[in-house]
Structures are given as structure tokens and as C-alpha cells.
């Protein structure tokens, strides 16, 4: 019944952009802290950002910093992530996840996850 469903992803050059959404059915979104993580082959899953309930906290990686932006519209039950200056090594698979919790943490202790979007950067 609950379902997050990324979109986005693609195929960017160096210093490009993409922008990436994950939609949210089945529950409201202004319960729920949410993350974005993503893996890379033979790489361990890694937080990049999260955002509070309310979106009054947020929280980057050191290494997205500066370059990724999260932000949600509860409205619309999505989440988003604005990726500039891409790099090689943000190259990965992307995921959002839900927690049922005002709070947001950069560790996978989330409830409900999305199936993943793919993201290269390469030239």
C-alpha cells in the first residue's frame, strides 16, 4: 500500500545537472522524515542528504555539500533532489526512503524504501 517510486536519473556529462523525484502513494508525506542514499558497485549504501517532517532540517554528506539540495512539497507527496556540478564519482544508484519520525538521519534505519534510479556521470 505504501509505495515511493524515484524518477530522474539519467546519463549527464561533468559539471551537469539532473534533478531527481521520488513520489509517495498510500500515506501523507508531512509524517515522515526522508533520505536520499546511493550505491555504487562494490560500495556499501551511503547517505547523501535528509530532510525533516516539517522540511525545517536538512542534512548533506560532506561530499554533496554545497552541490545537492533537498526539499519536499508536501502537497504533492514528493521529495526532491537537485544534483549540480556533478562529478564521476556521484555515479550510483539512487534511493529515497520514508521514516515514520520528525527527525531525518544520514544512517538506512528508514521504513519504506524506492526501487532505485540510476545516475551516471561520465564523459
Known amino acids: 500500500q505504501l509505495q515511493l517510486v524515484e524518477s530522474g536519473g539519467g546519463l549527464v556529462q561533468p559539471g551537469g545537472s539532473l534533478r531527481l523525484s521520488c513520489a509517495a502513494s498510500g500515506f501523507t508525506l508531512d509524517y515522515y522524515a526522508w533520505g536520499w542514499f546511493r550505491q555504487a558497485p562494490g560500495k556499501e549504501r551511503e547517505g547523501v542528504s535528509c530532510?525533516?517532517?516539517?522540511?525545517?532540517?536538512?542534512n548533506y554528506a560532506d561530499s554533496v555539500k554545497g552541490r545537492f539540495t533537498i526539499s519536499r512539497d508536501n502537497a504533492k507527496n514528493t521529495v526532491y533532489l537537485q544534483m549540480n556540478s556533478l562529478k564521476p564519482e556521484d555515479t550510483a544508484v539512487y534511493y529515497c526512503a520514508a521514516a515514520y519520525s520528525r527527525r531525518c538521519i544520514m544512517a538506512p534505519n528508514y521504513d519504506y524504501w524506492g526501487q532505485g534510479t540510476q545516475v551516471t556521470v561520465s564523459s
Open positions: 530532510i525533516s517532517n516539517s522540511g525545517g532540517y536538512t
